[in-house]
């Protein structure tokens, strides 16, 4: 069976995958159809949603187009659960394989290290880290990279660890390949199915924690994003509870779709499980 | 005739869609007699263990029966409900399994698990049960059972555990004992014990056993009648000794040539003058890290070994688990490092090399490993696999993908399939592979760890016979580590018996196999199901 | 014995974390962007030239790197954690006076979501292929994707604005003056609805993980050999399956500690409850950054606590841990 066939024959990760691709495409259209700044105040204040048109989900407190603000959101979730996921790959990925491979006292150093930062909550150290480096993209994504880095490392570790006296890499030391042929050909190669799998679920929760960053009031003031818009609502929410609302469902269904989608690649490239869970 | 405790007739059960074959049993019909053993034996695959979970109801997710009957004491145990099954279970049926690692809840004590079947039943108050328990662990023989009732199974060995699988089935009194492969995964001499006191119980309680196994050793053993299949269907039934002594079939005759006869191969003359390795006294100590507030433990694995081998022979090394053969092994292809002593292959010393020196070194010892679905990487295909080592060793690419092919040819796998991965490859097919790997290189000496292990009896005998073959045309020099002393004196011209770390006795295979000098080896030879009655008979 | 070998463990590693957060937050102060004098008075407000120079000079700002920090660490490890000079109390009053009311809240939480989704789970578990399941499995899955201060906000709105059912700020009613019973009930009311909200993630998260885990547990070996005792399936799932399938879920609570500490930061945000989480909101908003530093060492420690409580409730349920320790 094709890798495609196994995912699709998971429902959820198919509706995942259409929703996904709903607002992949809301972040495209974004500057087409909203060209103008999500930021402008284009009409009177606390418009409710399908009463004026152009506005079909209102106006917030100071008369922005929520519509507008909901799609280029989708532009800036998007963006940052992808680029730190990519940077925590980047270091968790290695810090694992050295790990793992080496074992001893390599492997104790770098343990720590990472058990270390698996101790200090994530979210209020992200906090700290975005307020003392001032709220901007970059520092956002830094903070969410830095705070979701262990897992990765500690999952390929355990990969490395356990695939390291697979008999197979033992004949490649045997027949004299080199260490770093051995990581790279033999061992990481083997490795990928699990670290795409919990690639996809950390997208979701960098998206997660972004969102929770701006209802903070910690996102980038330049870019306009859903946490941002539920933590201006917050304080009117008696009177405009809709301010809060749509920009929430996007972020659940953002959320949902790449956890769906993650359950899927997992079945797709783990078959044997995938046959006794259904 | 005798009085029929259990009729299975004409069973066929299926198996789901996308299996190798659509049923695991086809049309098998046999009986088993009040007071009998009956063995039902057959190599992995063959459907052997199948009509004993269907008749205990304990058929795995999507293989249902779908014809025929299972016939209890007059009753069709496929036509019974789940509560029906179960009230049967234990009262009247009882089960040992493979594993008994893991067949015992980790974190239940021994009695509770024993108690449990009593409690299943509605059967006598929590302290008699326990009572009847401690009864039970004695009559299985495990020592200190005042003890070992408030154990959990991680403080008893693999035999005990299995003493108190044993003593849950029996618990009871079930009229039927189903033995699914229970002494597989023991040592030679804890299997031997588990199977005298199985044959033991089975006279003294007078009950049934059906004794499902691989091996032809134990049917001579204990077996009354035998039942041998092959791919789901019965190749032949009958009186043990009937089968034993005239087997109609030719897949019978193999099996039971697979038990340790006293025929030895011909014994050849190495040239010991130039020794190609020496093991001067050898120490390996293994010790679990301990941390600040916990102390380390040490196993020596390896204490002051000692012994030559000459070009162009085959040494054998046989113990047990925990022995230290394996860690000779992987010392001497420097998979460890040992803490002490001296390896000289044609001597030069490899203890004392490190990095970029040792894997230069390496290809003068290659290996081949036990478990072939393990030792071939899953996304590289064969060819590449093969020619991996050459490349490392500085041949083009070229060069050394048209090499593998040939080596292919050479252990009968073809050379077109270079292009194909692993997992299009038997189990034999994946050891031939494997042996191609090590030959690449041609390396001076091949340590094969337990080569064979893994695989069916049928299949060994072949591997074996390439590896006999590429011996003689290569002029291999093998250090051939196993468990299994049949093997070990079909293929080996010295044979190095070990326990505990130490080297017990050295000799010819012949005269390790006919002349033990000393106990421990005797202990090892008797312990091997069938050969006494082989020899009876012979 | 063994315990009290395996606490002093335990401990020793805690105060080695608890030293390298003192470290990580002293390096934060200095790559903050600008005058570290002007951090620790709380940035816009500073602008008295005269206050920045009596900084300076009290926290050592003009001497070298490694004497700073000592005075740091050393200060830390007296418990002073410096003055909030927005607030003009010290750090460690300000933080006590509220740690009670987060204690509270993710302890009900805690409890909450792992019985919970663990009940969620082991159903879920025994009806693998029936539609409960299923739904069980669907509403997991949507409040593992629900961000928390999202549902807090929804929940205020339909359970308070709309229904008034329950208080929806604070941790009592102010003004009222209970005392006794009456004020225990009046402060489970307030804690009703920032607790459920907060659980929910976490109560996702458990279910999964249960069934997930007792799916695993019900394939091994010793199933089979409890189903060939005769014993009922009831009996099989709960003594054999669930107790097996625990271990694991106990290792990730200890895990999830952290992470809950960290919701409790967005769910005393929404409800205004008045504990430490809320305070780093404020702070946050004030630019507080001497008072954020305090807040974040101590959710740490709070968080180290937790994994040894974990730890311990562990070696209890695995006996084979004695052995291997």
């Known amino acids: 069976m094709s890798f495609f066939a196994r995912f699709a024959q998971n429902r959820g990760a198919l509706v995942g995958l259409i929703i996904l691709m709903a607002i992949i495409l809301m972040a495209i259209l974004a500057p087409l159809l909203f060209p103008e700044s999500p930021w402008r105040m284009v009409q009177r204040p606390f418009l409710p949603p399908l009463e004026t048109e152009g506005f079909p989900l209102g106006t917030d407190t100071m008369g922005r187009n929520v519509a507008a603000g909901l799609m280029h959101g989708a532009w800036v979730s998007l963006l940052i659960g992808l680029v730190s996921t990519t940077v925590a790959l980047a270091i968790g990925v290695p810090l694992g394989a050295i790990a793992g491979y080496y074992g001893g006292l390599v492997d104790d150093a770098l343990m720590r290290f990472t058990e270390f930062f698996q101790t200090i909550p994530n979210f209020a150290l992200a906090i700290v880290l975005v307020a003392i480096m001032q709220p901007s993209i970059t520092s956002i994504v830094l903070a969410i990279a830095i705070v979701s880095w262990p897992p990765v490392a500690r999952l390929v570790r355990a990969e490395f660890l356990s695939l390291r006296h697979r008999e197979y890499v033992e004949a490649a030391r045997l027949v004299g390949q080199t260490n770093a042929t051995i990581i790279l050909r033999q061992i990481l190669p083997n490795t990928l199915s699990p670290i795409i799998v919990l690639a996809s679920l950390m997208v979701a929760t960098a998206i997660l924690l972004e969102s929770a960053l701006s209802f903070l009031g910690l996102g980038d003031p330049n870019v306009m994003s859903w946490g941002y818009m539920i933590g201006a609502a917050r304080t009117v929410i008696r009177q405009a509870w809709w301010l809060s609302f749509f920009p929430g469902v996007a972020i659940l269904l953002t959320v949902l779709a790449l956890n769906l989608v993650g359950e899927g690649l997992d079945d797709a490239l783990n078959p044997k499980l995938a046959r006794e869970r259904s | 005739m005798t009085d029929t405790l259990l009729s299975i007739r004409h069973l066929s059960i299926a198996l789901p869609h996308g299996a190798d074959r659509d049923f695991a049993v086809e049309d098998v019909s046999y009986d088993v007699?009040?007071?009998?053993?009956?063995?039902?034996?057959?190599?992995?695959?063959?459907?052997?263990?199948?009509?004993?979970?269907?008749?205990?109801?304990?058929?795995?997710?999507?293989?249902?029966?779908?014809?025929?009957?299972?016939?209890?004491?007059?009753?069709?145990?496929?036509?019974?409900?789940?509560?029906?099954?179960?009230?049967?279970?234990?009262?009247?049926?009882?089960?040992?399994?493979?594993?008994?690692?893991?067949?015992?809840?980790?974190?239940?004590?021994?009695?509770?698990?024993?108690?449990?079947?009593?409690?299943?039943?509605?059967?006598?108050?929590?302290?008699?049960?326990?009572?009847?328990?401690?009864?039970?662990?004695?009559?299985?023989?495990?020592?200190?059972?005042?003890?070992?009732?408030?154990?959990?199974?991680?403080?008893?060995?693999?035999?005990?555990?299995?003493?108190?699988?044993?003593?849950?089935?029996?618990?009871?009194?079930?009229?039927?004992?189903?033995?699914?492969?229970?002494?597989?995964?023991?040592?030679?001499?804890?299997?031997?014990?588990?199977?005298?006191?199985?044959?033991?119980?089975?006279?003294?309680?007078?009950?049934?056993?059906?004794?499902?196994?691989?091996?032809?050793?134990?049917?001579?053993?204990?077996?009354?009648?035998?039942?041998?299949?092959?791919?789901?269907?019965?190749?032949?039934?009958?009186?043990?000794?009937?089968?034993?002594?005239?087997?109609?079939?030719?897949?019978?005759?193999?099996?039971?040539?697979?038990?340790?006869?006293?025929?030895?191969?011909?014994?050849?003359?190495?040239?010991?003058?130039?020794?190609?390795?020496?093991?001067?006294?050898?120490?390996?100590?293994?010790?679990?890290?301990?941390?600040?507030?916990?102390?380390?433990?040490?196993?020596?694995?390896?204490?002051?070994?000692?012994?030559?081998?000459?070009?162009?022979?085959?040494?054998?090394?046989?113990?047990?688990?925990?022995?230290?053969?394996?860690?000779?092994?992987?010392?001497?292809?420097?998979?460890?490092?040992?803490?002490?002593?001296?390896?000289?292959?044609?001597?030069?010393?490899?203890?004392?090399?490190?990095?970029?020196?040792?894997?230069?070194?390496?290809?003068?010892?290659?290996?081949?490993?036990?478990?072939?679905?393990?030792?071939?990487?899953?996304?590289?295909?064969?060819?590449?696999?093969?020619?991996?080592?050459?490349?490392?060793?500085?041949?083009?690419?070229?060069?050394?993908?048209?090499?593998?092919?040939?080596?292919?040819?050479?252990?009968?796998?073809?050379?077109?399939?270079?292009?194909?991965?692993?997992?299009?490859?038997?189990?034999?097919?994946?050891?031939?592979?494997?042996?191609?790997?090590?030959?690449?290189?041609?390396?001076?000496?091949?340590?094969?760890?337990?080569?064979?292990?893994?695989?069916?009896?049928?299949?060994?005998?072949?591997?074996?016979?390439?590896?006999?073959?590429?011996?003689?045309?290569?002029?291999?020099?093998?250090?051939?580590?196993?468990?299994?002393?049949?093997?070990?004196?079909q293929i080996c011209d010295h044979i190095i018996v070990m326990q505990h770390g130490r080297i017990v006795e050295h000799g010819t295979a012949e005269a390790v196999f006919l002349s033990p000098q000393e106990a421990y080896t005797r202990e090892l030879l008797e312990a091997i199901p069938g050969r006494a009655q082989v020899l009876a008979t012979a | 014995m063994l315990y009290v070998r395996l606490i002093a463990s335990r401990l020793l590693k805690a105060v080695i974390v608890l030293f390298m957060i003192i470290i990580l937050n002293f390096f934060l102060i200095q790559m903050a962007p600008g005058d570290p004098a002007a951090i620790l008075a709380g940035e816009a407000g500073a602008t008295d030239a005269e206050f920045l120079r009596q900084l300076t000079e009290r926290f050592g700002l003009d001497q070298p790197l490694h004497v700073q920090l000592w005075r740091y660490v050393s200060g830390v490890a007296m418990l002073d954690f410096g003055f909030s000079y927005r607030q003009q109390v010290p750090v460690l009053d300000l933080i006590l006076a509220r740690l009670p009311a987060t204690l509270l809240l993710t302890g009900t939480a805690f409890v909450l979501s792992l019985v919970l989704g663990i009940v969620a789970g082991s159903l879920a578990a025994a009806r693998v292929k029936k539609p409960s399941g299923s739904i069980i499995m669907a509403l997991a899955l949507i409040f593992y994707a629900t961000p928390l201060f999202w549902v807090a906000l929804m929940a205020v709105v339909l359970f308070s604005v709309y229904l008034d059912w329950l208080p929806a700020y604070g941790m009592y009613t102010v003004g009222a003056g209970l005392e006794g019973f009456a004020l225990a009930l009046d402060v489970g009311k307030h804690l009703i609805l920032p607790a459920t909200t907060l659980a929910l993630f976490f109560m996702a998260i458990y279910t999964r993980m249960t069934r997930a885990s007792m799916l695993e547990a019900a394939q091994q070996d010793f199933v089979k050999t409890a189903r060939a005792k005769g014993l009922k399936n009831s009996v099989i799932q709960r003594r054999h399956i669930l107790r097996n399938a625990l271990l694991p879920i106990i290792t990730l609570a200890g895990l999830q500690a952290g992470q809950m500490v960290g919701g409790a930061i967005l769910t005393e945000t929404v409800f205004a409850w008045p504990g430490i989480g809320r305070l780093m909101f404020e702070a946050l908003q004030q630019r507080d950054y001497n008072l954020l530093l305090g807040i974040f060492f101590f959710s740490a420690a709070l968080v180290i606590v937790f994994n040894i409580i974990t730890d311990l409730v562990y070696r209890l349920a695995d006996p084979r841990i004695k052995e291997a320790s």
């Open chain 2, 33 to 489: 007699a009040r007071g009998e053993i009956m063995c039902v034996v057959g190599e992995s695959g063959s459907g052997k263990s199948m009509a004993a979970n269907a008749l205990m109801g304990l058929l795995p997710k999507g293989v249902r029966a779908t014809a025929g009957e299972v016939v209890f004491d007059g009753q069709d145990l496929l036509q019974l409900t789940e509560t029906q099954h179960r009230a049967l279970r234990g009262l009247r049926i009882g089960m040992i399994f493979q594993e008994p690692m893991t067949a015992l809840n980790p974190l239940m004590r021994v009695g509770a698990q024993i108690g449990e079947v009593f409690e299943a039943h509605n059967r006598l108050t929590p302290r008699e049960r326990q009572a009847r328990a401690l009864e039970l662990l004695t009559e299985v023989g495990i020592p200190q059972p005042e003890k070992a009732i408030r154990a959990y199974p991680f403080e008893l060995s693999g035999g005990q555990r299995q003493r108190v699988m044993i003593a849950m089935a029996l618990a009871l009194e079930p009229e039927l004992l189903i033995a699914d492969e229970p002494t597989t995964a023991l040592d030679v001499t804890t299997q031997a014990q588990i199977l005298d006191l199985i044959g033991d119980l089975q006279r003294r309680h007078g009950m049934a056993v059906m004794f499902i196994t691989h091996d032809f050793g134990v049917v001579a053993e204990i077996a009354t009648r035998v039942c041998v299949m092959r791919e789901g269907r019965i190749v032949e039934l009958g009186e043990a000794r009937e089968v034993l002594e005239h087997p109609r079939h030719d897949y019978t005759r193999a099996l039971i040539e697979a038990i340790p006869s006293n025929a030895m191969p011909a014994a050849r003359e190495a040239d010991q003058s130039a020794p190609l390795l020496e093991v001067r006294h050898l120490q390996k100590v293994f010790r679990s890290r301990g941390g600040l507030f916990k102390p380390s433990r040490e196993v020596h694995a390896l204490d002051d070994v000692s012994f030559t081998m000459a070009r162009g022979e085959t040494v054998g090394i046989v113990g047990e688990s925990g022995s230290g053969k394996s860690t000779l092994g992987r010392c001497v292809v420097r998979l460890e490092r040992p803490d002490s002593g001296e390896l000289l292959l044609d001597g030069v010393d490899l203890t004392s090399l490190k990095g970029e020196f040792l894997r230069r070194e390496r290809r003068r010892v290659q290996m081949i490993f036990q478990d072939p679905y393990a030792s071939l990487n899953p996304r590289t295909r064969v060819g590449m696999a093969i020619a991996q080592g050459p490349i490392a060793n500085g041949v083009n690419r070229q060069q050394a993908l048209k090499e593998a092919g040939d080596l292919l040819d050479l252990v009968g796998l073809g050379v077109a399939s270079a292009e194909r991965f692993p997992h299009e490859f038997s189990g034999g097919q994946r050891q031939r592979i494997g042996i191609a790997r090590a030959l690449a290189l041609n390396p001076e000496l091949i340590v094969a760890d337990e080569a064979v292990s893994a695989l069916d009896v049928s299949i060994q005998a072949q591997i074996l016979e390439l590896l006999e073959d590429l011996k003689q045309k290569l002029s291999l020099s093998l250090l051939f580590i196993t468990h299994d002393l049949r093997v070990a004196a």
